[in-house]
């Protein structure tokens, strides 16, 4: 080679170690986040502090208390317009596949939703993420795949199994009805013996593991408690199967820069109410508050279900900070996990939405198409990208139309996974990353019973 120029024969190999090099370079720079996606039940959009909470504790009403969702609201963004679906199992089945409720088939809390929800070749939010790559664990009210017999559940369709769609780590209720109670006395499990039918397998409800083990925290279970029943409270050993999985997976991202998926999905605070109350100091975080004897019975049973599950969320949330537990922070993924919490649909009618202004005085509640009943609390945190310097800065509030097709999309563009063909859902990568332009949706359409909705940019026609 004279004079720098390169031999014809050897540009085509320049070339390609150069594009090599270059692509390597780009995937550096997009690091993929873990994600937390952290669901309930029924919550209705005004019952965190950002959306009414905090006003009525600033003005001497009653309130409920979620210090945890609060603070991830303070460092992250607050979407105001978030939605769901009117009811449980449409929300769930657009929310895995990216498809409007219309486009699935669970547009309603229809019986047979468990035989047919989830098609074989439908791509879940666990399909797309563990091909790409992601260790991937669902825990809580999953609505599909099972029978709803209390004593000998069955699985009755293999094709909509959470094990069928990508999930690995598995604990799990697999009908809807089913989990409409709190104390089931088996729950699915995965990973499971070998040939399990489906990859799951039937265990005792039991918070035996995270007895007298001091890797586990005792607020808010109360687990060591001599009165805790022997029959767990379900979202307790979804919490702790969760924060086993978050731990470890968080310990072999420093290692190894393998990102995580992990979905829990509480059935809090879902109907009924009153088992809370078979357990031990299930209303302790209220001992305090002069407002609580006040309230009525179902409204105490409320809150003591949402503060519960604030709780054990905020262990989550430190476990990202401190995967070990050693209170050494130098381990800390949270600033590479995007958390995203989010309700299937608003709240019920009942004495919690009077009391406790459970919906933010919207019209409307739970199976209704109007705010009420289809506005949710969303709530994303991702400190890599969203701070105070950020384009969208942390502790704000927008009111752009978030539905929760939208996350599956918007998973797929941060993991550098292919969006599937056909989908409603629009992804919110510009708005969380500060990069490119937003996608607006034209307008989003609710259904539920002979009636419908649809909105556009402010306004609803009904």
């Known amino acids: 080679m004279k004079d720098g120029i390169i031999p014809k024969m050897k540009r085509p190999t320049f070339f390609a170690c150069s594009i090599t090099f270059l692509l390597a370079c780009l995937s550096l720079d997009a690091k993929r986040p873990n994600i937390l996606y952290l669901y309930v039940d029924d919550l209705g959009w005004g019952s965190i502090g950002p959306n009414g909470q905090a006003d009525r504790r600033a003005l001497g009403e009653p309130y409920v208390m979620t210090p945890n969702l609060d603070r991830l609201a303070a460092a992250g963004i607050n979407f105001r317009r978030g939605y769901g679906c009117t009811v449980c199992s449409p929300a769930r089945s657009s929310q895995q596949t990216g498809f409007h409720q219309g486009y699935t088939f669970a547009d309603r809390n229809d019986p047979d939703n468990a035989k047919k929800a989830i098609r074989t070749d439908d791509l879940t939010m666990g399909d797309v993420l563990s091909k790409a790559g992601y260790h991937t664990g669902y825990w809580g009210k999953w609505g599909y795949g099972g029978s709803k017999d209390m004593q000998n559940p ?19 209720e697999l009908h809807h009805v089913r989990a409409h109670t709190f ?84 059935q809090i605070p879902h109907a009924p109410f009153a088992e809370i109350q078979k357990l031990p100091q299930w209303d302790k975080a209220y001992g305090n508050k002069a407002f609580f004897a006040k309230l009525s019975p179902q409204s105490r049973q409320w809150c003591a279900m949402v503060t519960r599950i604030d709780a054990h969320f905020g262990n989550l949330l430190a476990a990202l900070e401190d995967p070990n537990g050693d209170g ?49 609390p969303t709530i994303m945190r991702w400190p890599e990208k969203i701070h105070r310097n ?38 919110l990568a510009p708005t969380l990353t500060g990069k ?24 609803k026609l009904i």
């Open 436 to 459: 490119g332009r937003q996608r607006i949706r034209g307008f989003l359409i609710h259904e539920t019973n002979g009636h419908a909705s649809i909105i556009r940019d402010r306004y």
């Open 154 to 172: 069955t699985l009755d369709n293999l094709q909509t199994l959470p094990t069928s769609h990508g999930y690995q780590s598995v604990v799990a």
């Open 183 to 266: 104390f089931q006395p088996t729950l699915w499990h995965a990973p499971a013996r070998p040939r399990a039918p489906g990859g799951l397998e039937l265990k005792p409800n039991s918070m035996a593991p995270y007895q007298n083990n001091k890797a586990y925290p005792d607020y808010p279970a109360a687990q060591n408690h001599p009165d805790y029943p022997k029959v767990a409270y379900c979202d307790d050993v979804y919490a702790f199967a969760a924060l086993d999985f978050v731990r470890r997976q968080a310990v072999r991202y420093r290692e190894s820069r393998e990102p995580f998926f992990a979905l829990f999905a509480a």
């Open 390 to 427: 950020s384009k969208l800065k942390a502790g704000t509030s927008t009111d752009l139309v978030v539905d929760c097709s939208d996350l599956l999309p918007t998973f797929c563009e941060l993991a550098g996974a292919s969006v599937p063909l056909g989908i409603s859902g629009v992804s």
């Open 328 to 376: 050494d922070q130098s381990d800390s993924v949270a600033k590479d996990t995007l958390v995203v919490f989010q309700s299937d649909n608003g709240g019920p009618r009942g004495s919690n939405r009077e009391e406790l202004g459970a919906n933010g005085g919207l019209l409307g509640s739970k199976g209704s198409i109007y705010e009420g009943g289809i506005r949710v």
